[in-house]
């Protein structure tokens, strides 16, 4: 039988396993395709698990009900997310993968203990687009073709000055654990920063107090905040040297190697990385 997984826990924070060797289910969560959602025990670890028909094809609302999993299970355990769309093949599969991975899941599991995402989204006006495209010709070479090009580069420098500043001012005003940050223009002309904040649990309602002073201070920016979150980005972020490779889609169903199963971030909205 295959198995879906969704996130390892802490076993001993799920008491219905406490004394078994075997997956129990857990009381009223369904998973992906309305599948029941098993803890299945390892050691000192609970992994998340649902059964699953490998002809099954997973699409948005698998990755909703992905999410949803993993945000119930936060509730009671610090956790770590695993890649969407991964899947063990039988039992021996899964055993294997956490058996050669136990010692780093658990480091991970401490160093992230009491520990939640909060997430920034922050819209700044790009006054440099409409110059660049302006300017910019559409073909040919010679000295104001490398004129432009130079010119193109200074403005993506302002660019990238202009977020990194903004990103230490929030950095500044927030005093995260650890962020990563990233940029993306839209057709609109504007820069958005994606900001993820690793905060202790028991500052989030600090930090939301925090956002709603900044927010109206910051006139000259529009700002969204959502969380607490799983530490999706932080996870990503312990893991990444491993030797998992991440997923081309968030909607693609892969059978991953058992040698490799570091769990890797599920990212909703992958964006470049701020150079």
């Avoid at 009223?28 to 099954?56: C, K, M, R, T, W």
């Avoid at 093949?89 to 899941?105: A, G, P």
């Avoid at 920016?221 to 990444?240: D, N």
Wanted: aromatic letters at 8%.
């Amino acid at each position: 039988m295959a198995w879906y997984a969704y996130c390892i826990g802490e076993k001993i924070a799920f008491p219905e396993i406490a004394r078994h060797r075997k997956p129990v289910p857990m009381e009223s969560v369904l998973g992906v395709s309305g599948n029941q959602v098993f803890l299945y025990p390892a050691s000192d670890l609970a992994i998340v698990v649902s059964e699953h028909n490998p002809q099954e094809t997973l699409n948005q609302k698998s990755g909703v009900d992905h999410a949803r999993v993993i945000a119930d299970c936060f509730q009671h355990s610090t956790v770590l997310p695993f890649r969407f769309g991964t899947v063990f093949n039988d039992d021996e599969c899964l055993r294997k993968s956490i058996r050669s991975n136990q010692r780093q899941f658990q480091e991970n599991i401490d160093k992230l203990r009491g520990k939640t995402e909060m997430h920034l989204k922050i819209f700044v006006d790009d006054c440099c687009t409409r110059e660049i495209e302006r300017r910019l010709p559409a073909e040919g070479v010679g000295r104001e073709y490398l004129t432009n090009l130079r010119e193109t580069a200074s403005r993506t420098r302002e660019r990238q000055t202009r977020a990194r500043a903004v990103s230490f001012q929030m950095h500044r005003l927030f005093q995260p654990l650890d962020e990563e940050v990233s940029c993306r223009l839209t057709e609109s002309g504007k820069m958005v920063l994606d900001i993820s904040h690793l905060i202790d649990r028991k500052y989030v309602e600090r930090y939301q107090n925090k956002f709603a002073t900044t927010s109206a201070n910051m006139r000259e920016c529009q700002m969204q905040i959502s969380g607490p979150w799983p530490p999706y980005h932080f996870v990503h972020r312990l893991t990444r040297t491993g030797h998992a490779q991440p997923q081309p889609s968030p909607i693609v169903h892969t059978q991953p190697d058992v040698s490799v199963a570091t769990p890797i971030v599920f990212i909703p909205e992958p964006i470049p990385v701020l150079a």
